[in-house]
């Protein structure tokens, strides 16, 4: 899924003053991750709510549009991370993902921690 350039800049960032990897807490490389894939859905989020991409021509005059982006950070299995949250203008895009005024902990990532089901023949090979 991702290339052997990124994982090696996400390594080379995440190692400590003694040159060892952290893979969890502030700067670490899952929270690298996390803050990238997070950042991206939240983006996927308010372009769904404007019914435009980015630097999408037919979002001129909409009414309502693009307008910066707020610092959060919020609590993840791999520790603290800091989002740039996108908003819009109009003030009425409220993420699903990181939702507004919820602290610093956001329910959908608690969810993302919980094991994911597996699939009913892998469950009954892991039995037998």
Do not use: W
């Not at 700067?27 to 980015?54: D, N, P």
């Not at 908003?87 to 993902?97: I, K, N, Q, S, Y």
């Not at 939702?99 to 009913?120: D, E, I, M, V």
């Amino acid at each position: 899924m991702l290339g052997d350039e990124v994982l090696d800049l996400l390594l080379a960032g995440s190692r400590d003053g003694k040159g060892g990897l952290r893979l969890t807490g502030e700067g670490s490389m899952l929270g690298q991750l996390v803050k990238a894939v997070l950042e991206r859905a939240l983006e996927a989020e308010l372009t769904a709510h404007l019914g435009y991409g980015k630097h999408d021509q037919s979002g001129n005059g909409s009414g309502n549009s693009r307008n910066g982006k707020i610092a959060k950070t919020v609590q993840t299995g791999v520790g603290p991370v800091r989002l740039a949250v996108p908003r819009d203008r109009a003030g009425t895009f409220e993420p699903v993902l990181v939702p507004k005024r919820a602290g610093r902990r956001a329910s959908t990532l608690q969810a993302c921690r919980r094991p994911f089901p597996l699939p009913p023949s892998t469950a009954a090979r892991r039995l037998s």
